[in-house]
């Protein structure tokens, strides 16, 4: 199992800290969850790959 860059107690702590996601009248494309974009962020910081 690969290891866990954002565990479940530090994402208690860190999700009140993001804004609500606003309405979305129109509709289109679903935004990406906070968590999910997170551990993406931190997964390029973490392995120092170049930013594309």
């Known amino acids: ?6 565990p479940d107690a ?3 702590e860190i999700a009140p800290l993001f ?15 906070n968590r999910e974009a997170l551990i993406g962020i931190l997964f390029v910081l973490y392995t120092a790959i170049p930013r594309e």
Do not use: C
């Open 1 to 6: 199992m690969a290891k866990t860059l954002l």
């Open 10 to 12: 530090l994402w208690a």
């Open 19 to 33: 804004p609500p996601a606003p309405p979305r009248p129109k509709g289109g494309r679903p935004q990406v969850e």
